[in-house]
Structures are given as C-alpha cells and as structure tokens.
C-alpha cells in the first residue's frame, strides 16, 4: 500500500508544473552522483558550502511540497543558489546536463509567481500547452461535460487550435490510452471537446500493481474498494471510483486506513479537478475511542448551530436545512506511515462528493503524527500581546487539535442540499418550501438535476466550505456540555472520570484550565490565522493561494467588522507590529452572534445553490485592500518557516517488514525520497 502511495508522485509533479518532474529527477541524480555525501560535492566543485546547503533546503522542501510550489499557499519555490552553481552542478555527470538543459530558466524565473488561472503572474499544469485558455472557456468546456456524465477530477484541459476552430483535449487519466473516446462539438460553434484517455499512464500503472499486491493481504471488504480503485485508475472511470468511495466508507474503524485517488480541488483555480493523493495510515485504537464518544453525541450539538429550529418539532429541531439522520460517521485517530501529497493535512473529511455523503455517509480522519508537530512549536506568536503570551501558548494545541475535530466532524458533516434529483422531483417539499431565515421567504434557489456543490460554485466551493467548517468549530467551542464531554473541566483540570483507559490519551493528558480560557484562546487563535492567512495573498495578480487562509483571513475580517469591537488589532507601523485584542467580556454577547450570523450566511448559500449572492458577499469580506494590504507586509515579516516533513519508508526484507526512519534535515528528507525510486 505504501508502494502504490508513493508511485503516486509524478502525478502530483506532473499537476504542479511543467519543470517539476525534471527538478526532481535533477535533485535525485545530484544524490546519486555524491551518494550522500554532500562534503564530497563541495570538494568536487569547489564551491562555497553555502551553496550546497541552499540546495539541500531547495531539495528537501521541493520534495516535501512535491513540487516547486508550496502545498500551503502555492507561492513558487525559488532557490536561493545561484545560477552559476546550478550550471556547475550539471557537470556531474551527461543525466545532469541534459536535465539542466531543461530547468534552468523555469526553476529561477518569476513569474509565474503561484498557482493560479493561466496569465502573465501565474500558471497551471491542470491547463497544459502554448494556448492560454480562459475562464469562460473552462466554464463552457466544464458544463458540456457535466452534461454527459464526465466528471472532472482526474482531468486536465488542453487548448490547441485545428485551424481556426478551437479544440479542447480533455486528458483523462488512466492507464489504457485511447487517442479519442470520445469527441463533440459545442453549441454554437465554440469549439471542438475531445476526450484522450491515457494521462498519468506508466504511474497509474505502477499503483494498480502495487494494489493488486495488497489486495492479497486485504479483508474481503478492502479487497472490494482496492479492485473498483484498479478498475477506475485502469479505466479512467470516475463513476466507479464513486462507487469505491460508498465501499470505503463502510469500512468502518480498519486496523490501516488508507485514502487514494484525485481527491481535493484545491489546487484547481477553477476549482473542479483535483490532485492525485495516496495516505496509508494505522489507526491508534485508544485516541479513536475518544473520538467514539463524541461522534454518539453529535446530534445534541447540531441542534445548537445557528440554522437549526430547536423550539420547532421540524426535523428533530434541525431545521430543514440539516439532514433528517445524521448518519454517526467513523471517525479515527491514525499514524501516517506514507503520505504523499502537497500539503499534508491534520484532518480529513471524505468523500468530496456531497451526493454520497448525503446518501451514504462519510469518513473522519484525524492525523495524529500531523498533530503532534503543532504541539511542538514553542516559539511565542508575535501578534499575542506579552500578557496573552503564555496562556495562548499553554491552550493553543489542545484547542487546536479539537477545533480540528469539530471543524471535520460537524462542519464539513453538516447540512442538507436543496435538490431537484429529477425533473420535477425534489428532495425538499417544493409546494411548501422552507423558509430562507436570511429572507424570511421561502427559498428561490436550489441544485437542478445533475449540478453539484464544487460544479455550481466553482474556484469559491473549497475556501467557503472550509470557512463555514471553520466557523462551526469554533461556533461550538463554548458550549459546556461539549467541553466536559472533550474533558475540559469547569475547574481547571481533565475531567477525571472513568474514560475505560482513554485517560493516558497524549491529548486528553495535558492540564486544562477553564471554559472561559479556553474560548478566549480560541478567539485569538481566529485572529492570529486570519492575519497568518494574509501571507497566501499573491498581491501581484490579488488572488489567494490558499482555500484555508482565505477561510481565515474571511473570518478575521468580518468578526472586525460585524462584531461592534469586541475584536481588534492594533497596528503600530513604527514598530512593524501587529497585536490582536479581543474584549473576552464581550465574547458572548457580540463575538459568538456576529460568527454565528456568518456561519449561518454562508450555509444557506451553500444549500440553495444561491452562488451569485454567494460570490458577492465572499468576495467582498475576503478582500485585501486598504490596511489590511499594509498589515500583510508586517505578516511577512514574521512569517514562520514552513512546514518540511520527513517521513519514513518500508521495505521488504526477506519474511519481514523493515520501517526505516530518517533525520528531520535538509539531507534526511533527500534521502527518505531517493530510497523511494519513485
């Protein structure tokens, strides 16, 4: 299973960036020319050691993005080395100067400064070749295959011309290739869609005989998802990967979970096909217990959210705009043992596709070795005040860590689509429809047949969906009954009934103060990643790189704006510094209305399909102007150095399983990656 989630990489790199899959192979061939010893290349091109240590942090963070684009924020990766140095390198050896041939301008030049449309400051590899192709015509392009059944996600769009007819080559990943499967024109003349299988082939191929392996080591359910994920990588077929993902769901609490396939859109500017994932992971019984706990309850606490109608007999007090069954999702605590992606995640919510969440249920997955990197930072955040400073950093990973909870449980696991599955048939009372609580009239808008979430919605559906998963974490964090049930007590430590052996949980372990605390610590954590949010604003083209920090700079925003004072950051331009205030007596009575008044607005949005009133408010509270683009300067000035992960591999060594581990370095990293052979 590790096997199949590494050979995954060249995927991901193909997706970044034309140069990727070559900057790789150059970072690799420079190891395997000094076989490690990176003094050895010093000698060798008598260089200052400066530039060899720039390469070796260019190296270890290219290979832990999976790209030259950071997973978080998707700014580019550029080297500090210089030019000259890089030139020397390809020296080494003929593999060298050939690949050097072929990065040597991309991997300096900017722009492309991120990830973004296709233009003059940014690029996309989901929209290969030399014809810049515009939004309208991915739209256009996006709605004729909604329109046969041709899902996204494992597709790339390429533009070309046949003479002055525009031509569209959907490249759908798959191992089997076919120059056309399928091919037609568009109204009015537009152009000509032609679908290519065959994208990503010889990895597709590597991973499905990797699966095909584990599948003989596989419980009769995994043996059942591993096929129908063989089935689709060999077809290309998305619609037996869905059926993949309503097989995996039911596999409830495995001893290894596992995740694979084109997952999460968030890289997509259009926001529609997604990055390759492979995460094979094993679960940790005791935390998952814990978990267990809060997932029996989740009923009690969405009554209490802001759409919910608790004094009504409507759906339980739910409301209408909330699943009449919420199915008790699994949710379990693992340790990654491969993980390859751009950005590695500390929780997970799947499957992506609202329809079968609503029908079938999803999954809950926290990462518990991502997690335990937060609780070890210890450096003091420089927008705490010193008098916050060390409350802040006593609560802040626990907080954290059940904010990451509720955000995946109960934000992404809430809310009911207004739908018409057919023609004239809907899944909501048409004649008497619910009323919109943002209009007080019944509703006017809602998902026609075949339109989803992340199709109506576009570039807009992964930052709002975080935003208001977002929102509903924090919403919670104050409620009693939930921070007794998480173990917080009134009084100051864990509460110290019997957990049957949950106890000893690292978690659940650390000295807690009271509620109040722990919901001041909250609000500050909501300001300091709102201006953290700030450092994924590309100011060069005004796009966000990232759908989470866009989340957080939203949220940051509007609480400034809606919350009559009760939040505020002081900004002294002398000093460059930034101080988040929050007025922890006004907490209640203006900060918790204001968010639940935003929580609320971006739900019904999201469940009416209502994408035009939609756009208008997200855009508006998400955008950098003003003081905010002056507290984005002092934000980088204290920006915190990014994540760079080292993770281990495993090997087959006769009858046994090795697991080798390596250094948290720059050369660990390289070194983890080159005994992948990926």
């Not at 050979?7 to 395997?32: K, N």
């Not at 003094?39 to 832990?64: H, I, P």
């Not at 619910?434 to 998902?447: A, F, H, K, Q, V």
């Not at 954590?525 to 790189?545: E, M, P, T």
Request: aromatic share 12%; charged share 25%.
């Amino acid at each position: 299973m590790s096997r199949a989630a590494w050979h995954g990489t060249r995927i991901i790199l193909e997706q970044v960036s034309a140069e990727s899959v070559d900057i790789y192979d150059f970072i690799i061939q420079v190891h395997t020319w000094c076989s490690g010893d990176w003094e050895r290349l010093s000698g060798k091109l008598a260089c200052d050691d400066n530039e060899v240590q720039y390469f070796l942090e260019y190296g270890s963070t290219f290979l832990s993005n999976v790209g030259n684009y950071y997973g978080s924020g998707d700014q580019k990766i550029v080297p500090k080395f210089s030019a000259d140095f890089l030139a020397a390198l390809s020296t080494l050896s003929e593999a060298l100067s050939a690949l050097h041939d072929k990065i040597a301008t991309s991997i300096f030049s900017r722009p492309p400064f991120s990830l973004g449309f296709p233009g003059k400051q940014s690029q996309s590899a989901y929209y290969p070749g030399t014809q810049l192709i515009s939004k309208e015509e991915i739209a256009l392009v996006s709605q004729a295959l909604q329109e046969r059944s041709v899902f996204p996600e494992n597709t790339r769009l390429r533009k070309s011309f046949i003479e002055k007819t525009p031509l569209f080559e959907v490249l759908q990943a798959s191992v089997e290739n076919e120059a056309c499967s399928l091919e037609f024109v568009l109204p009015e003349s537009k152009g000509i869609i032609r679908i290519i299988r065959g994208d990503y082939s010889a990895s597709l191929k590597l991973i499905c005989a990797e699966l095909e392996k584990a599948s003989k080591h596989s419980s009769t359910r995994q043996q059942g998802f591993l096929e129908q994920y063989i089935s689709s990588f060999r077809t290309g077929s998305l619609h037996t990967y869905r059926d993949s993902q309503r097989s995996w769901i039911k596999d409830k609490s495995p001893r290894v979970e596992n995740i694979f396939g084109f997952v999460e859109p968030y890289r997509d500017p259009f926001g529609s096909r997604a990055e390759f994932e492979g995460l094979v992971a094993i679960s940790d019984a005791t935390e998952t217990r814990v978990l267990g706990q809060l997932v029996a309850k989740s009923d009690i606490f969405i009554r209490r959210l802001p759409w919910a109608t608790p004094a009504s007999t409507e759906n339980g007090g739910k409301g209408p705009f909330e699943k009449a069954l919420f199915e008790p999702p699994d949710f379990t605590s693992v340790h990654t043992l491969a993980y390859c992606s751009s950005i590695i995640f500390a929780g997970i919510n799947l499957p992506n596709y609202n329809d079968i969440r609503q029908d079938c249920g999803f999954k809950n997955i926290i990462i518990a070795n991502r997690m335990s990197a937060e609780s070890s930072k210890d450096s003091i955040n420089p927008f705490v005040d010193i008098v916050d400073a060390a409350i802040f950093q006593k609560h802040k990973y626990p907080v954290y860590y059940w904010w990451v909870v509720l955000h995946e449980l109960l934000g992404h696991g809430t809310g009911k689509m207004m739908v018409e599955e057919k023609p004239e048939e809907y899944n909501f009372d048409f004649q008497n429809r619910p009323i919109n609580p943002l209009t007080g009239d019944p509703i006017t808008s809602w998902y026609k047949p075949g339109q989803t979430w992340t199709g109506q919605f576009g570039d807009l559906a992964t930052t709002v969906d975080e935003c208001r998963a977002e929102l509903v974490g924090a919403y919670l964090m104050d409620d009693l009954e939930l921070l007794a049930l998480l173990g917080f007590s009134e009084g100051g430590d864990i509460n110290p009934r019997d957990r049957k052996g949950v106890k000893s949980s690292r978690i659940l372990s650390l000295s807690i103060t009271d509620k109040n605390k722990v919901t001041y610590n909250m609000y500050l954590q909501l300001a300091v990643d709102g201006l953290r949010g700030l450092q994924n604003f590309n100011i060069d083209d005004a796009k966000w790189g990232q759908a989470h920090s866009r989340a957080h700079f939203a949220i940051l925003k509007y609480l400034l704006l809606k919350g009559d004072g009760f939040m505020e950051i002081d900004f002294d331009p002398s000093q460059e510094r930034l101080t988040v205030r929050v007025d922890r007596e006004r907490i209640v009575s203006h900060g918790k209305p204001a968010m639940g008044k935003m929580l609320l607005e971006l739900h019904i949005f999201r469940c009416t399909a209502d994408v035009a009133a939609c756009r208008l408010y997200y855009e508006e509270i998400s955008k950098v102007d003003g003081r905010y683009l002056e507290w984005r300067e002092v934000v980088l000035k204290n920006s915190e150095p990014k994540w760079v992960f080292s993770q281990a591999n495993t090997f087959v060594d006769g009858d046994e399983v090795v697991l080798r581990e390596y250094p948290p370095t720059p050369s660990g990293v390289i070194q983890s990656w080159v005994e992948r052979a990926v």
